[in-house]
C-alpha cells in the first residue's frame, strides 16, 4: 500500500510535464520566428522590379505595387505589332512618381512623329478604350519625369511592324506631404513628397528635379540628418537583426536540450 501511494513519475506525470513544455518551447519559436519576420520587414525597403514583357497585357492588366517603396519597369526589346495595357496600382493614398531613364522607342517625338508610342495617364481604365490628347506620348529617347496624384498609372505600349526598342522606367512611390510634420520618411521639399527614409542616400534621385536629400553620397547636412545619419539607421538595424537571428539560433538550441531531456528522464 505503501509504494501504490506514491506518484509514478515514470508513466505519467513527467510524460504529460514534458509535452506541456515542448509545446510552450514551439509556441515561443514559432512567436520569435514571426517577431524577426515583421522587424526584417519594417527596416527594409520593399523593391520590386517589373518585366513588362510578361506583365504588359489586354486592357484593364494590372500590377500591385502596393507593397513596394521603388522599383523599376523595363523591356530590354519589345516586339513588333505590339498594342498591350499595364496599370501599376499603389497602395490608398499612396501616389507614384516616374522617371523615364532609359528610353529608345522608335521614332523622333510626338511633334514630328512616332513609329511606335508609349502613352501613360494616371488612372484606371476598362473596356473598349483609346488614349486621347489628355495622355502623355513618350517616344524618340525622351527623358520625362511624371508625377500622378493618384494611386494608379496606366501604360499603353503601341509598336509598328518594327519594334526592337526598349523601355527603363523608374517608379517611387510617395505620398503628398505639405512640410515634413506631415511626413514620417524623407521629405522631398521641392516637390512637397514623402518617400521611404530608407530610400535616401543610394543613388538615386527619388524626389526628382535632381534634390539634394534625395540621393545625397556625402554626410552634408538636411532635414533628416545627412547620409551619417542613414548609415547610422542602417548599421543598428543589421546588428539588431544579426542580434536576432543569433537569440532565434540559443532559443532552438535551448529548446532541443530541455525536449532531450524530458524525453530521457520519461522513458
Avoid at 515514470?10 to 509535452?19: E, I
Avoid at 523601355?167 to 515634413?180: E, L
Wanted: net charge positive.
Amino acid at each position: 500500500s505503501s509504494t501504490s501511494s506514491q506518484p509514478r513519475y515514470g508513466n505519467s506525470s513527467l510524460p504529460h510535464t514534458g509535452r506541456n513544455a515542448t509545446k510552450g518551447i514551439m509556441e515561443l519559436l514559432w512567436s520569435h520566428t514571426w517577431l524577426l519576420v515583421v522587424f526584417f520587414s519594417c527596416v527594409h525597403a520593399a523593391t520590386k522590379d517589373i518585366d513588362l514583357s510578361n506583365h504588359c497585357g489586354p486592357l484593364g492588366n494590372s500590377v500591385d505595387i502596393s507593397d513596394a517603396t521603388a522599383g523599376e519597369l523595363y523591356w530590354d526589346s519589345y516586339p513588333p505589332n505590339k498594342n498591350c495595357w499595364l496599370t501599376l496600382e499603389a497602395a490608398v493614398g499612396k501616389r507614384i512618381f516616374l522617371q523615364f531613364t532609359d528610353i529608345n522607342i522608335k521614332g523622333i517625338n510626338k511633334r514630328l512623329g512616332c513609329d511606335d508610342v508609349l502613352y501613360v495617364k494616371q488612372g484606371r481604365y476598362a473596356g473598349s478604350f483609346t488614349p486621347d490628347r489628355s495622355w502623355e506620348m513618350v517616344c524618340g529617347r525622351s527623358n520625362i519625369d511624371y508625377y500622378a496624384t493618384a494611386r494608379y498609372v496606366t501604360f499603353n505600349l503601341v509598336s509598328s511592324r518594327h519594334g526592337g526598342g526598349h523601355i527603363r522606367i523608374r517608379y517611387t512611390v510617395y505620398h503628398h506631404a505639405y512640410d515634413s510634420s506631415e511626413c514620417d520618411g524623407f521629405y522631398c521639399v521641392t516637390r512637397d513628397k514623402c518617400i521611404d527614409d530608407s530610400l535616401m542616400c543610394d543613388g538615386v534621385d527619388h524626389c526628382g528635379g535632381r534634390s539634394r536629400g534625395a540621393y545625397m553620397t556625402d554626410e552634408s547636412t538636411d532635414s533628416d540628418g545627412g547620409c551619417g545619419i542613414v548609415e547610422h539607421r542602417k548599421k543598428v538595424k543589421i546588428i539588431g537583426i544579426a542580434c536576432g537571428c543569433v537569440g532565434g539560433v540559443i532559443l532552438l538550441i535551448a529548446g532541443v536540450l530541455v525536449y532531450w531531456r524530458y524525453r530521457r528522464r520519461s522513458q
